[in-house]
């Protein structure tokens, strides 16, 4: 059998009830708290679980008092996230099997696994296969909410700022127009099944981070500052970074919310301009190239760079009454933290 074919099943669901099996009243008037607040939740299948954004929902989840079930062909995060309410699942979402295994435990799905592939082969024979996989078995065992993670990549090019939901799909004009191409058409699919009665959601971002953040463009400003090479930047281009925390939260909030059809929200945390991002990486590299920055017109340097991605939240925050946890001067700390990681 092939490793997409193997299941491994991991549970550390243990005994309910039995956690504190010799601690003091005040103990098991917390556990009985605790086990009140759980009722209260749902229980919750995260695919991707073993990828950043995954691994920072699952126990903000677990702490919210839902239950988790995480499936991913890559195992760690049921070592990382050892816990009485969380599940793991080990198997690709291609994997028919191992989707019926994950979805069968499930109220809710939050769909994160995807491949950052811009070859079609890829996106449609694993990612949208794995796609369809998951609603078919949504609408077969009732799940009562589908919250899709899709990206900014769908609108394809900024040509208003700021970015609505409203904003032309012009996906051919992304960066990776295969990749926007699936994600959108993932997104109608998601959509479709809201008409079909599933509440479902699809929440488009940019750049989200936690207590670190990866990206090609990232790593190579961080190399180059610590090789005291001057950065290079164009002038009035940035994005809106997503925090692991707002995005948590927001997927709360759905959750909790009476089931709904299918809605797209933008979700952003704080817009950075690419010389902010250029002087955290100078400061925590302590590199002495210094910065350049050049009008946008004159950029040569990598098309990700050149484009302002402003996202407009305004949806989210009066549909779903969603903000930030923080505002903009501490999303930068945050975001100078996970930048030193």
Known sequence: MSNLGRIEYFSTLGNRGDWYPSCPPRCRAAARTARIEREAGMR?????????VGRGLIPALLAHGHDAIGLDKESGVERAIAHPRF????GAVEDPAAVEQAVAGAEAIVHLAWSFSDDPRVLVEQDLRGHTLLLDAAARHKISHFVYASTAVVYGKPSRIPVDE??????????????????EFAEKLVLLAGQAGMSS??????????????????????????????LT????????FLAQEDFNLAVDTILRRPATPGRVFNLASAYLGWDEVARMVVEVTAGTGGIESVPRTAWRGAAFLADRWEMDDRRSRSALGFSPRRDAAQVRIALRQAVAA
């Open 87 to 90: 599940t793991f699942v080990r």
């Open 233 to 240: 930047v164009p002038a009035d281009c940035g994005g809106s």
């Open 201 to 230: 959601t699809v929440l488009r971002f940019w750049w989200a981070f936690g207590g670190e953040i990866g990206g090609r463009h990232l790593r190579e400003m961080l190399w180059m500052a610590a090789d005291n090479k001057v």
């Open 44 to 52: 919750i299948l995260v695919t991707g679980a073993n990828g950043s």
């Open 166 to 183: 409203d904003h032309p799909l012009d996906v051919l004009a992304a960066r990776k127009p295969a990749y926007g191409i699936a994600k």
